[in-house]
């Protein structure tokens, strides 16, 4: 009766199901798995609703690109980051989701490949499976700070590199892309200039496009030299940029994203205006919200530098509270997560069921992104600061 697309075990899982016994029984559950915005005690300007309002949203413009109003505020946006992007090079989406859907129907038939990061997103087995399309992954891999000195002076700086080796394993004929998320989820690793050469070089050799997932890029933890801020305008190999509003503005109910195209001149042409059949058969984004865009996008700064103190507050706190504990706090480079190195006296599975049975904290479990090797936890930063710590201390007091 129904598609092969939808081929998932349809049962809740065990943690979901505790979940729900907590809940129904009225338990105060410490939630370090929050990651929407909405929910995380952020203040948003009072205009936000008013810019709604415009007049001009009750023409009916059939945009295949997106309202040109809307796409001047993205190409504001990027030129706000030092990069100039052509706005009849943007493709407006309702979510980086939509985005990917519309890669995936431009870009691979039915069993073709697209190479993701691993660990990542877990999103992505749904997007390409309701496309037909079939992922094989490559490997990110760690490096503890000072260890494997790779010829660093002073000791490697550690974070996480991409496996090229694995990447070049995973590689076949019909590979149509590779996604690239950056900063990635959970791992908050940026993509580095010395990666974008050898990327290039594979997808220009072998005719692969380049999706890149910016969404957390204006999260960014300190400053490294090596870290590609941008992708978008990159015209060595056909690459998309993708990023919206539910990040940059922690607004994910606006439904606003995008798609930059770039890329050498004729491939890059032909996308555009494949591109634009695609979008023509939706046409999805509603105009008030691509009307209000320019303003929207000027609270920006406002509502990012509350991200940015709570993420930096809660960051502090959980490497206060990593120290002297048999757990590592893994490198961070942005985005909205950190990564927690524990013991492996019980499996992610067991650890996670025991902090929600015993302590009433939630917490996502490394499998959840597809981590290689047990055992991590994933901590959203988006809690409130007095919720994180107490959740924290919950969590790594058994530890100790
Ligand atoms: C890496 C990444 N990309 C995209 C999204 C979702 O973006 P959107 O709401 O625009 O679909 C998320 C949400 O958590 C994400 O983590």
Redesign the pocket.
């Known amino acids: 009766m129904f598609s092969n697309r939808i081929k998932w075990d349809l049962q809740t899982n065990r943690l979901a199901q505790l979940i729900e016994q907590k809940r129904l029984s009225g338990a105060q559950l410490l939630d370090l798995t929050e990651?929407n915005p909405t929910r995380a005690g952020f203040i948003y300007p009072a205009e936000i609703a008013g810019s709604l309002s415009n007049e001009s949203s009750m023409i009916y413009e059939p945009a295949p690109r997106g309202l040109k109003v809307a796409r001047e505020a993205v190409t504001g946006y990027y030129r706000s980051r030092g990069k100039e992007v052509d706005p009849e090079h943007i493709h407006i989406t309702a979510?980086?989701?939509?985005a990917y859907a519309y890669l995936f129907k431009l870009l691979a038939d039915q069993g073709d490949t697209i190479l993701v990061p691993q660990p990542s997103?877990p999103?992505f087995d749904f997007l390409a499976s309701l496309e037909g399309v079939n992922l094989r992954q490559y490997e990110l891999h760690y490096i503890h700070p000072g260890g494997h000195p790779g010829g660093h002076p002073g000791g490697h700086p550690g974070g996480w590199r991409i496996d090229f080796d694995s990447l070049e394993k995973s590689l076949t004929a019909n590979t149509r892309a590779i996604i690239l998320?950056s900063p990635n989820?959970p791992t908050g690793s940026f993509i580095k200039s010395d990666e974008l050469s050898r990327l290039n070089e594979i997808c220009s050799e072998r005719s692969i496009a380049l999706i890149v997932?910016e969404?957390?890029s204006d999260y960014a933890c300190g400053h490294d030299e090596r870290r590609v801020g941008s992708l978008a305008g990159n015209r060595e190999a056909l690459t998309f940029v993708m990023s919206?509003f539910?990040?940059i503005l922690a607004m994910?109910q606006m439904k606003l994203?995008w798609i930059v195209t770039s890329g050498p001149g004729r491939l890059c042409q032909a996308a555009l205006e494949r591109l634009d059949l695609i979008a023509d058969t939706f046409l999805s984004v509603g105009a008030p919200v691509q009307h209000a865009a320019p303003e929207w996008m000027k609270m920006r700064g406002y509502i990012q530098e509350q991200i940015i103190e709570r993420i930096t507050g809660n960051l502090r706190s959980l490497e206060e509270l990593t120290a002297n504990t048999p757990c590592r706090l893994l490198n961070t480079e942005g985005g909205w997560y950190a990564i927690v190195e524990i013991p492996r006296h019980f499996s992610e599975e067991e650890w996670v069921l025991k902090f929600l049975s015993e302590d009433d904290v939630l917490i996502h479990p490394g499998y959840f992104f597809d981590f290689q090797r047990e055992a991590h936890l994933i901590f959203s930063l988006l809690p409130k600061e007095e919720i994180f710590r107490e959740a924290v201390r919950r969590v790594l007091g058994r530890f100790k």
């Open positions: 990651s979510s980086t989701s939509e997103y999103l998320v989820n997932d969404v957390f919206g539910s990040k994910p994203g």
